[in-house]
């Protein structure tokens, strides 16, 4: 299994980045899909997450409304848009995936719920 993550950098506040995260070697329209980050000295954080066919996501209250995470299945890639971003999101961004069922009531949120990980993309947001 492969998670590869592409397309952070480093931009102002205020401003919008897109992540990628190609994912191989697993079934991927079978796969929930999440983003994390982690900055420096802080533990790794759920961000987004999203279910197989793309019909329910959740996300963590501090990007709730700025961050949407979407999936291609065709392209065995799920993306992360990201829209007036702060400094505070400054982090390595990485891609999971669990290969189970939704959970109607369980949280998404563990990072013990991924089976895969990736080795991450920097995002950096200057003030």
């Known amino acids: 299994v492969q998670l590869v993550e592409s397309g952070g950098g480093l931009v102002q506040a205020g401003s919008s980045l897109t992540l990628f995260c190609a994912a191989s070697g697993l079934p991927f329209s079978a796969t929930i899909m999440a983003w994390f980050r982690q900055a420096p000295r802080k533990e790794r954080e759920f961000v987004a997450g999203?279910?197989?066919?793309?019909?329910?996501?959740r996300y963590s209250d501090s990007v709730k409304g700025r961050f949407t995470i979407s999936r291609d299945n065709a392209e065995n890639t799920v993306y992360l848009q990201m829209n007036i971003l702060e400094p505070e999101d400054t982090a390595v961004y990485y891609c999971a995936a669990a290969q189970r069922e939704w959970p109607a009531a369980r949280s998404i949120s563990p990072t013990d719920f991924y089976d895969h990980w990736g080795q991450g993309t920097q995002v950096t947001v200057s003030s």
């Open positions: 999203i279910s197989h066919t793309g019909a329910m996501t």
